[in-house]
């Protein structure tokens, strides 16, 4: 009985609406007041909403519209502004054109890095191979790039087609016209259409019938589709052998086929992008960092910021006197936005900017305080400040600033006390000196380098000023196979790869069957990425899962977008990495003109490092005669960073060479 009653409840509810959901920017356009066409309903946060899902609305023939957001018509919008604030010309992106070489450059070489839609790796790798000519192109490779055809082969045919034009072939003179633009491959929804009105007498909305049901697949609406198709290529020429065979592409091809209309404006948006890199980059990337800083995305802000440096473009670090509230160009370079920085927030960095305009320039760390609220300006905000560098160019150690806080407080509270006592009617808040410095605070050395970048990252959520790894240098590119940013999505997916960088956000987790393993952010120069360890290696290499830990890993690389990550197959401290993975050092040696002692400083340097990696020697004659002799006094050495650089200053540069 009570299955029974189960089943009867379970019928009832069959094809019940489950629960409303509402589209993020979904809108219904009538002629007249919605009531008249359907059904309402108000949402728990008051917003009328039709009872109809989006099919049904269609279907009673009214027009159903999507408006969405885009970041990217905001960094365009600053782009504009910045140049227009640094130079005076205002940009009219209406009328740019449309062949611009150096914009077709940047798109040529997949230098794609903030351009609209085509800066994953693998439409770069798209872009490099076909080599976009025209903005017809763009608009064909935004409509490609996308799993069904990629998976087909079609991606792949268009751009042999293109390299190649006589693979090039059209079943019929008409459909040249018609597929010319894609190289004789039906990309777009829009040619479906054009095919059935010029070959088969289709009305335009007999044409979107088709279209929609080449979309959906279904079989009885295809065969009468598939009919009516023929019927109608028969009466225009067509033998019906002839008419099968195009249905029967146009049926296969549709189901990759997407909306030209949709792509050409992408496509459009993404080449005002790629124009304002291409001929304002300062400007652009100045843009872009701000617009990055302000959804608080720290891995997009790194690569933007590698972006700039790769470009010749330096990121100068925020400075107090020199910073505005976004990102902003400075002659050739981009300055830091003081909003940027964690934990500072609105509403300080807005009172920073204010005393700043009051006092055109701060002399010193106390100035900041005679003007600012100590509520607003607290300790925790000129922490952070001093920890990102902002108060650098006053002239005064990171440690000292740090010590200085206290002073700093006490004194902005002192001349908030006297402001309120109304006695600086008589004598004035400058009466009041700042605080005298204790020698111990002005004797105070630096804090060391590695504790310095640290602080950075808490307070910017990366390095700035330098990076954990920059000291390892040449080997490090040696050690490993790929820097983060330039793994692959598509080319190196499933493989095995080897990555180095510093170890953070560590999260120890449990499995079902409540055995341990984590996950933790890797971070190198370039870019970060997550990397799991599951039960097996986690009991293995535990231990050296330490935040803040310069690590070298081997993993299988898996994932795309969002959900790239690493599966940890071994993970070593980097320092050791470098000694386990070297398998030999060669140095290299121009006999002529060396000196015994510099041959004796070398045996000295080898015997104080003695390891395990085996030694040679490269000697080259003036005639370019060159042999390499095993070290035979010296059966090995530890490979660091420091001996490599100490030999380099004896032998000259390049003279290390360390294979992997």
Known sequence: AKIAHLLSVAQKLEGQVRHPSIHAAGIVVTPKPLVEFMPLYQSVRGEVTTQFPMQDIEAIGLLKMDLLGLRNLTVIKDTVGLVEAETGERIDLKNIPLDDKKTFDIFKAGNTDGVFQFESP????????FKPESFRD??????????????SGMTDEFIKCKNHPDRVSYECPELEPILKETQGLIVYQEQVMQIATE????????????????????TGMMKAQKQRFVQGAKKKGLSQAKANKIFDQINYFAGYGFNKSHS??????AYRTAYLKAHYPVNFLAALLTSEAERGVTPQVVKYINEAEGMGIKVLPPDINQSDFNFTVHKDAIRFGLSAIKNVGENAVRALLEVRK?????????????????????????????KAGAFDSLGWKRSQLFHLIDYMIDYAHVIQKFRASKQNFLFGSSQIEPPEIPAEVREMPEWDKSLSLSYEKDSLGFYITGHPLAEFGKQLKKLVSHPISQLDDEKDFNREIRVAGIISSVKPLKTRKDERMATFILEDMSGRIEVVAFPENYKKYYGTLGEDQLVWVKGKFL?????????????????EAFQKQAKRVVLRIFLPGIEESVFEEL????????????????????????????????????ISEDLTKKIENLLGEDSVFIEY
Do not use: W
């Open 199 to 218: 070959l088969a007498g289709f009305s335009m909305a007999e044409a979107d019938i088709l279209r929609k049901a080449m979309g959906k697949k279904v």
């Open 559 to 575: 994932g795309e977008g969002e959900s790239r990550r690493i599966h940890l197959l071994h993970i070593l401290p980097l320092a």
């Open 138 to 151: 763009l608009i064909a490779l935004n409509a490609l790039y996308r799993p069904g055809p990629l998976k």
């Open 358 to 386: 009051k006092r055109e320039k701060f002399e010193s760390p106390f100035d900041i305080c005679e003007d600012a609220d100590p509520k607003i300006l607290n300790r925790k905000v000129i922490e952070n400040l001093i």
């Open 264 to 269: 050409a404006a992408y496509a459009y948006l």
């Open 122 to 129: 693998g439409m770069k790798d798209l872009l490099r191979n």
């Open 603 to 638: 045996k000295g340097m080898l015997d104080q490092n003695r390891g395990s990696c085996p030694v040679y020697f490269e000697l080259e004659t003036p005639h370019s005669y060159r042999m390499i002799v095993e070290a035979g006094e010296i059966p090995g050495v530890a």
